[in-house]
């Protein structure tokens, strides 16, 4: 069966066309700035020449249309009709504290998805017009939705409830919900294979480490902490994201600079993180030539990251009351070894030690810990869009 992947972003939307059989890619593109004046797409038929043109598209649906047309079309397409398609796999950023498991899409599934609108404003009206555009072009195949937050529910009270007025929690569902949590799950059922733990019996902390970042920590193959919050905005330093900041720093600012709080809450998603601390690059690789180039801010908005990510392992580990196995994962925990030897070396006194030469292995499932290791380190690539996949068959 042919599974079509769809991820609706605020303005992109990415997708990919599955082949479950051998869990091959057929194809995968991208269509982005949607909405806006130069919205372009990229398809990828794997086997034959990509496929690149500039095309308006004002809205989502006109993007779906288009990511149909390219599946079909007689030189770039690999379908020959859209009754190849088995199913749809739709990544949804926020299911509130609905869903703890992905599910088949119905009226009932999409009023929830529309009741989060509030809770991920950028993404969940995206999404739900991913939906239903598919919908109507593809009316008998079933859509399923994956939801970014599923994964997180299992979290425990007491790791979820912000000391806010009670009545916040009961009226608006302000707690932590947490994110990433198709790639959490994936990697952290792949550690607990590859690291051969004991599903039963097992402390995993995922670091998933991409331009958006967060850690989790799972018991037993259940997530009891993540370190994002009621939206991404919270736990590391991301690429763009501040993370972690005192929230009075938002009034601070918002009186100082004359600024409303959307403008803030603006400037802390998507003018902060290492990109703001560097004045280089939200990019690794970027921060990583200018530090060689001796530029000081670079150097000290990875050490920033850096140390952020380690105090979480710290306190995921208090958290479980131990750990069995760190795992590295997304674009900077596949292929950035200095960053994962920062962290690895601020961990000693957990007993962690890693093999240099292993350390140097990018993009591959791997131990970079060595037998002496008291704690099992490994790099698992991430794969939500496998993971979307799956989910989605085993549903229909
Ligand atoms: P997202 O899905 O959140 O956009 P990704 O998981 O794709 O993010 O990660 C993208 C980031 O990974 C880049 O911004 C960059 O910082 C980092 N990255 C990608 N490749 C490398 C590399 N070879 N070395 C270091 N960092 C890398």
């Known amino acids: 069966?042919?599974?079509?992947?769809?991820?609706?972003?605020?303005s992109s939307l990415k997708y990919q066309l599955i082949d479950m059989e051998n869990e091959s890619v057929i194809a995968k593109g991208i269509c982005e700035m949607i909405g806006q004046d130069t919205s372009s797409i990229k398809h990828d038929p794997i086997t034959k020449d990509v496929y690149k043109a500039e095309v308006p598209m004002p809205d989502h649906k006109k993007a779906v249309s288009l990511v149909i047309e390219a599946l079909l079309d007689e030189n770039h397409g690999v379908l020959k009709s859209m009754d190849e398609i088995g199913a749809v796999g739709h990544r949804v950023l926020h299911g509130g504290k609905f869903y703890s498991a992905s599910i088949v899409i119905n009226e009932d599934v999409k009023r929830v998805i529309r009741e989060c609108f509030d809770l991920g404003p950028l993404?969940?009206?995206?999404?739900l017009i991913g939906i239903e555009a598919c919908e109507s072009l593809m009316p008998n195949t079933p859509q399923v939705a994956v939801f970014d937050t599923a994964?997180?529910?299992t979290m425990p009270k007491k790791a979820y409830m912000y000391a806010i007025p009670y009545e916040y929690y009961e009226k608006y569902a302000i707690r932590k919900y947490g994110f990433h949590g198709t790639s959490h799950s994936y990697v952290s059922k792949r550690v607990i294979d590859f690291?051969?733990?004991d599903p039963d019996n097992s402390k995993v902390i995922v670091c998933h480490l991409g331009n958006g970042a967060s850690l989790s920590a799972v018991q037993n193959?259940?997530?009891?902490?993540?370190s994002m919050g009621l939206t991404p905005l919270e736990g590391l330093i991301m690429g763009t994201r501040s993370g972690d900041v005192d929230a009075a720093v938002v009034q601070y600012l918002a009186n100082k600079e004359n600024l409303t709080v959307d403008q803030v809450l603006n400037i802390l998603n998507k003018k902060s993180g290492v990109e703001a601390l560097s004045g280089v690059s939200s990019d690794f690789r970027k921060l990583d030539a200018a530090a060689k180039e001796g530029n000081e801010r670079a150097k000290d908005a990875v050490d920033s990251f850096v140390y952020r990510v380690v105090k979480y392992i710290g306190s995921y580990v208090a958290a479980m009351n131990g750990v069995d196995a760190i795992c590295f994962t997304a674009g900077i925990g596949e292929n950035d070894g200095k960053v994962r030897k920062m962290i690895c070396d601020s961990l000693t006194y957990l007993g962690v030690e890693i093999d240099e030469a292993k350390n140097q292995v990018r993009g591959e499932e791997i131990l970079i810990s060595t037998p002496a290791s008291k704690v099992k380190v490994m790099i698992i690539p991430t794969n939500e869009e496998l993971a979307i996949a799956r989910e989605t068959l085993a549903l229909i």
């Open 1 to 10: 069966m042919k599974i079509l992947v769809m991820n609706c972003g605020s």
């Open 221 to 226: 193959g259940k997530c009891v902490d993540t």
């Open 151 to 153: 994964f997180h529910q």
């Open 123 to 127: 993404h969940n009206p995206a999404n």
């Open 195 to 197: 690291g051969k733990l």
